[in-house]
């Protein structure tokens, strides 16, 4: 689904991604894991377009989408859910929904039979239409954020730290609800400091440091491999 070629990226002199390598393979969640500056977010934003490598290639579905217009990306199936959620907090959960319809071009009526949907996913969603996005909880809005990814029908939901900030129990809801996406035949790619959740619901993983990747492996090996533990995982033997 996606291949990353020797993807480099730089802001000014300072070396953010330097040439890394990595697959996702259709069907499966791929975790990126690390430290706080490792470079996990920058290497999704350069997946999703939003900034510019100086150099590699990014393949998505057999295409070289390299410096291409974030929104034509997202069109052909590659959807991006910011870290910090980034709902429109003045719009209900109705309307936060309703505005991934645009995109699209769809009827709302056949909109509308998607969204219902998804709010099976998403219960709590449901319960709170018309509500403004802006006084749900933080949990409630990142399931919104994501929400709104799935119904722009990705063929590749990238996460970026979908756990920042909430509550632990809330992290479990969230963890479930990306498990139940994947099911549904939706390749996932997540970015996490949270490497414990990342790697139980992962199938592969990546850990970076300093813009590099230092380790890959079956995300079951990474669980129980001592310098993951001790680094990521915060146990010390």
Same mark, same amino acid.
């Given at each position: 689904?996606?291949?990353?070629?020797?993807?480099?990226?730089?802001?000014?002199?300072?070396?953010?991604?330097?040439?890394?390598?990595?697959?996702?393979?259709?069907?499966?969640?791929?975790?990126?894991?690390?430290?706080?500056?490792?470079?996990?977010?920058? *290497? $999704?934003?350069?997946?999703?377009?939003?900034?510019?490598?100086?150099?590699?290639? &990014? +393949?998505?579905?057999? @295409?070289?989408? !390299?410096?291409?217009?974030?929104?034509?990306?997202?069109?052909?199936?590659?959807?991006?859910?910011?870290?910090?959620?980034?709902?429109?907090?003045?719009?209900?959960?109705?309307?936060?929904?309703?505005?991934?319809?645009?995109?699209?071009?769809?009827?709302?009526?056949?909109?509308?039979?998607?969204?219902?949907?998804?709010?099976?996913?998403?219960?709590?969603?449901?319960?709170?239409?018309?509500?403004?996005?802006? *006084? $749900?909880?933080?949990?409630?809005?990142?399931?919104?954020?994501?929400?709104?990814? &799935? +119904?722009?029908?990705? @063929?590749?939901? !990238?996460?970026?730290?979908?756990?920042?900030?909430?509550?632990?129990?809330?992290?479990?809801?969230?963890?479930?609800?990306?498990?139940?996406?994947?099911?549904?035949?939706?390749?996932?790619?997540?970015?996490?400091?949270?490497?414990?959740?990342?790697?139980?619901?992962?199938?592969?993983?990546?850990?970076?440091?300093?813009?590099?990747?230092?380790?890959?492996?079956?995300?079951?090996?990474?669980?129980?491999?001592?310098?993951?533990?001790?680094?990521?995982?915060?146990?010390?033997?």
């Amino acid at each position: 689904m996606l291949k990353v070629e020797g993807l480099t990226v730089k802001y000014g002199n300072i070396t953010a991604v330097n040439n890394i390598s990595f697959e996702v393979p259709d069907g499966e969640i791929i975790a990126l894991i690390g430290n706080n500056g490792a470079g996990k977010t920058t *290497t $999704l934003k350069t997946i999703s377009c939003l900034l510019k490598p100086v150099n590699g290639k &990014i +393949l998505f579905d057999g @295409k070289d989408i !390299t410096g291409q217009q974030p929104h034509r990306v997202a069109k052909e199936g590659l959807v991006h859910i910011p870290e910090g959620r980034h709902v429109f907090p003045q719009l209900t959960v109705k309307e936060n929904l309703i505005i991934s319809s645009f995109s699209r071009m769809m009827k709302f009526k056949d909109f509308k039979k998607e969204m219902e949907e998804v709010l099976d996913y998403f219960p709590k969603l449901r319960e709170r239409q018309k509500q403004l996005a802006g *006084t $749900l909880s933080g949990g409630e809005q990142q399931m919104l954020a994501i929400a709104r990814g &799935i +119904l722009q029908k990705p @063929k590749l939901l !990238t996460l970026d730290e979908p756990s920042m900030g909430l509550a632990p129990i809330i992290v479990e809801d969230v963890f479930e609800s990306i498990k139940r996406i994947n099911k549904q035949g939706t390749t996932i790619l997540l970015v996490e400091q949270n490497a414990q959740m990342a790697l139980s619901v992962a199938d592969f993983g990546y850990v970076m440091e300093v813009g590099e990747i230092m380790l890959k492996g079956r995300a079951a090996s990474l669980l129980n491999d001592p310098n993951v533990k001790k680094i990521y995982l915060g146990e010390i033997s």
